[in-house]
């Protein structure tokens, strides 16, 4: 029963991992980058939700309704002011800015928030569950994540196949100079993407907050989480990066179910034999 | 009315110069064919016009307003549309998404996805299929829907003959005027010298970037046309044009795409090969690397293309 | 006679040499510097010498990071795993009896042998994806080296083969290694970046396809300089143990070495041996200017580093060299007389 538990629990731990992940997903697909701060902006979303809940007194949900599209703003904004920029001076500019970024927020947390660990405080939301059996029993907090995880992919699945912007992302994703031919603006499109990569993360953060204590360098754990993702599902598929979110988290609980000190090891080695045996994920972009 | 008129243009892929000092007009409702062998820079010209590839110097007017540096999409917006060479549909977008697509910034016009499905019966069953899937002839249909889509005044179009089987080539024809009643202006590049004079109201053919002859398809003279293709007439010129003995850089060797007779553009004759490689001593000794290069005078100086209008023109 | 031929032979005439008038002097100068640094310890406190430790071991990994992205376009996040590795090489080789400034050496070999399988994971991702790719490799051997007791586990270990040394002799024989280290690093570049492998490496950042066409095997020439790299990073890393005398798998894998590294790079400018040299003085600088002020000095490395990336890409050395053409270590061709139209090539038919 302690297996069927690990197994579960690491399905719904995937659903964070693809909220994390999507954002990562859709701004390499665009433009073919990665934003090594990601996880930096998840870690930056969720002490914005804390200081929010606290000045004003909400709950961290509301605060997290504030904060996302805050969030989203800001990577419109980078986007147009940085990263477009870097897009044209070459391949290195964009991984170097955006490693500076993560360093830059990292310290920046550091000096404002201090190294202490905080949680978003969200009553007795944290510990209820649903009880299934004396072994088996889901949290809901959990199962909300898991639940908005795959709200959110649907929706921006459906945003991609069904809307005008969301078809010429894609389009631009296949062939950038044959989009701007037929009149995207390559720059307003990259800025929409980097937006939703934004808001996603953030709401990704907020929800990691929530369940685990969060303090300013746990960024990078979570863009490598993420990253995994997206390289076990496969480049370029939404849905391979749910599966590919769920495969890292069962990995990880199935492990710590050996062994707690496995936990991390085993996610990694998951990511490295997907890499090895099969590169080009489990659930490579669909052509159809 | 003119709608397209191009003054002084130069486009430059790094150090070469694609296209140069190149002058053009088109009118309201006609159809200009340029023609010009591999490497002629006919594609290069249509990216500029589209707006993908920047102008190194001159102007671009369209419908009277400068659009020298407006950017693509804008461009699209005020009625260009180019139909890539190579037709670049987007793999992983159904064929009807395709369609779509190219109305993002649809103008309002006659043209519309329904539209295009009846200009090409075949695409109304296929529309959920992805367009990776479907035949170069099919593919091509396609990427004219998608430029129609968004009713452009003046449409590019850029080899649409490329790599399809003749039948395919002659049923794309046979639709083209059909496009065009409704007023559309066309601006079409094709190697097939043949099929663009059937269908060309002015002719406009490019050697290395240079115009070398214009005219309309009926008062050109077949062998005319063969001579400026191939760049004979070029030849012809007094090579020690103005600075042509400063060209020791040789920085520029314009012979990348050699006209030689490689390209060989169906129906445009076969004593092609005879032509080229002929060349007498090229005077100006100059440095560049091959003895046929049959740039006349340095790049960027200009006075080779316009001589040659005169002569031919 | 071709035309190919008569240039040939043209060719043969015209003097092409890779060093100006003035690199005799810089070489003079260079192995100057090189003589006063090694005479340090017998003048200066180990405060200044300690210090210096730190810096060439710094130099030494951006010059290794340097070559990796600058000359083989490989953006690595994960340079840190042979940091790491490297330190706990030598903890492992001094447990096995050999001595720790011998083991500094090895380390590189040690190095060398584990980054030969890992390329042919990492080098299945490309750009973007393998900076974080090698980030991840990174962890997984910090991970290993956690589970393994013998060497301290989670908690780190003290190298302890070196307290029946007196403490100045010590300290400088660290200084020395460190030294040698990064002076060896940086000719170590020098030389392969002269050789027929340094040429293939130019021809590949310039155009990368055009390079393949002409018969360049591009993936090893990038896994040689990968391999190199990996050895630069574990001799560092050797010297990171040697100095501080304990290790901890949290510090010797952290990725704030390739922070580090890729600020150095960034600021002093990629792809120019110079750079690294130009930019560990930089970080240096800001790091002793801002020690007081909690982490402030890596928020302004990390802001100049973003700036450097995007709106100065060619660092400092780059915008000196494009403005004066200096250069410290001539890695170009250059031709003493410049081919003129007044000297035309015969041309015979
Ligand atoms: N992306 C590019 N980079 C460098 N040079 C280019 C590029 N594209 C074209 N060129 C060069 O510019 C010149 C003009 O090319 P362009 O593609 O415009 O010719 P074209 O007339 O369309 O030829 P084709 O009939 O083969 O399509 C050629 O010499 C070509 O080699
Ligand atoms: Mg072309």
């Known amino acids: ?288 | 009315m003119t709608l397209l008129e191009i003054s002084d243009l130069y486009a430059y892929h790094g150090q070469l110069a694609a296209i140069s000092a190149l002058d053009l007009t088109v009118e309201e409702g006609q159809t200009l064919a340029v023609i010009g062998a591999n490497g002629a820079g006919k594609s290069t010209l249509l990216r500029t016009i589209a707006g993908v590839m920047p102008a190194g110097a001159g102007s671009i007017r369209f419908d009277g307003r400068d659009i020298t540096r407006l950017p693509a999409h804008h461009r699209v917006a005020a009625g260009i549309a180019l139909v890539p060479e190579g037709r670049r549909l987007f793999p992983s977008l159904s064929v009807e998404e395709n369609l779509l697509v190219g109305g993002y910034r649809r103008r309002p016009g006659p043209w519309n996805v329904d539209r295009v499905m009846e200009l090409f019966p075949w695409m109304a069953q296929r529309r959920r299929q992805s367009a990776a899937g479907l035949s170069g002839g099919e593919q091509q249909a396609v990427a004219i829907g998608r430029a129609l889509i968004s009713n452009p005044r003046l449409l590019l179009l850029d080899e649409v003959s490329l790599g399809l089987a003749p039948v395919v080539v002659r049923r794309i024809y046979q639709v083209l005027p059909e496009i065009l009643r409704a007023g559309t202006t066309a601006l079409l590049v094709e190697q097939d010298v043949a099929q663009a004079l059937r269908v060309a109201d002015h002719v406009h053919c490019l050697l290395e970037g240079r115009t070398v002859l214009r005219g309309r398809p009926g008062e050109l003279a077949r062998e005319q046309i063969e001579r400026a293709y191939f760049g004979v007439d070029a030849r012809r010129q007094p090579a020690a044009a103005p600075g042509g003995s400063g060209s020791a850089d040789a920085s520029d060797p314009a012979g990348a795409g050699d006209p030689a007779g490689a390209s060989d553009p169906a129906g445009a004759g076969d004593e092609s090969g005879a032509i080229p490689r002929q060349a007498g001593p090229n005077p100006a000794g100059s440095g560049a690397s091959e003895p046929s290069a049959s740039e006349p005078g340095p790049a960027g100086a200009g006075p080779a293309g316009k001589a040659d209008e005169e002569v031919t023109g | 006679m071709a035309i190919g031929d008569a240039l040939l032979a043209r060719a043969r005439d015209i003097p092409v040499r890779r060093a100006g008038r003035s690199t005799r002097w810089t070489t003079v100068g260079l192995g100057l510097v090189v003589v006063v640094l090694a005479y340090l310890p017998y003048v200066a406190y180990t405060t200044v010498t300690d210090r210096l430790v730190d810096f060439l071991m710094l130099l030494t990994m951006a010059t290794m990071w340097n070559l990796l992205a600058g000359y083989a376009g490989l953006v690595s996040v994960g340079q840190q795993a042979y940091v790491g590795l490297g330190a706990y090489a030598v903890l492992q080789l001094s447990d096995w009896g050999v001595q720790p400034y011998l083991g500094v050496l090895l380390a590189a070999a040690v190095c060398t042998v584990i980054a030969l399988p890992t390329s042919l994971l990492a080098f299945r991702l490309r750009g973007d994806y393998f900076a974080v790719g090698t980030w991840v490799i990174a962890e997984v051997y910090r991970l290993l080296i956690v589970r393994d007791g013998d060497l301290g586990g989670g908690s780190g270990r003290s190298l302890t083969t070196l307290s029946g040394l007196d403490h100045t002799l010590r300290e400088a024989l660290t200084y020395w290694v460190a030294l040698a280290v990064a002076v060896l690093a940086l000719l170590g570049c020098y030389l392969l970046l002269r050789s027929r492998l340094g040429l293939a490496l130019t021809s590949v950042r310039d155009n990368e396809t055009a390079a393949r066409s002409a018969g360049v095997d591009v993936r090893r020439a990038k896994r040689v300089v990968y391999l190199v790299s990996a050895a630069g990073c574990g001799s560092a890393g050797g010297v990171l143990l040697v100095s501080s005398l304990n290790v901890h798998p949290d510090t010797a894998f952290s990725v704030q070495w390739s922070a580090y590294m890729i600020f150095i790079a960034v600021i002093g400018g990629i792809g120019y041996l110079e750079g690294a040299i130009v930019g560990s003085i930089v970080f240096f600088a800001v790091q002793e200017i801002f020690a007081n002020y909690g982490s402030w000095y890596l928020i302004l490395l990390g802001a100049l580093a973003v700036i450097g990336a995007v709106w100065l890409p060619r660092g400092l050395w780059g915008e000196l060299r494009a403005r004066t053409g200096a250069q410290l270590f001539p890695l170009r061709y250059r031709v003493d007389t410049p081919v003129t139209a007044a000297t035309p090539v015969p041309v015979e038919r």
């Open chain 1, 1 to 288: 029963m302690a297996w069927v538990n690990a197994v579960v629990q690491g399905i719904l731990l995937g659903g964070l991992y693809a909220l994390f992940a999507c954002g990562l997903s859709i701004v390499f697909g665009v433009m073919r980058i990665v934003n090594l701060a990601h996880g930096d902006f998840a870690v930056l979303a969720a002490f914005l939700a804390y200081s929010v809940a606290d000045a004003t007194g909400l709950g961290p949900f509301w605060a997290g309704v504030i904060v996302i599209p805050v969030l989203a703003a800001v990577g419109y904004l980078l986007q147009r002011v940085l990263l477009q920029r870097s897009l044209g001076v070459g391949p290195l500019a964009t991984l170097l800015a955006t490693f500076g970024l993560s360093v830059i927020i990292q310290n920046v947390l550091l000096q404002t928030y201090s190294a202490d660990a905080r949680a978003l405080d969200i009553g007795r939301l944290a510990s209820a569950s649903l009880r299934i059996s004396g072994q088996l029993s889901i949290s809901y907090l959990a199962l909300i994540t898991f639940v908005l995880a795959v709200v959110v992919l649907v929706g921006l699945q459906l945003y991609l196949s069904r809307t005008r912007t969301g078809r010429m992302l894609r389009a631009s994703s296949d062939d950038p100079e044959a989009a701007r031919l037929v009149g995207a603006d390559s720059r307003h499109l990259y800025g929409i993407a980097t937006s939703i990569a934004f808001a996603t993360v953030a709401l990704a953060g907020v929800m990691f907050a929530m369940r685990s204590s969060f303090d300013p360098s746990i960024g990078p754990t979570r863009l490598i989480f993420a990253f995994e993702a997206v390289v076990i599902g496969g480049l370029g598929s939404l849905w391979g990066t749910l599966v590919g979110g769920m495969v890292l988290g069962l990995a990880q609980t199935v492990a710590g179910q050996f062994d707690p000190a496995l936990t991390l090891l085993a996610g990694h080695v998951i990511f490295l034999a997907v890499l090895a045996f099969r590169p080009q994920g489990l659930i490579p972009a669909r052509s159809t």
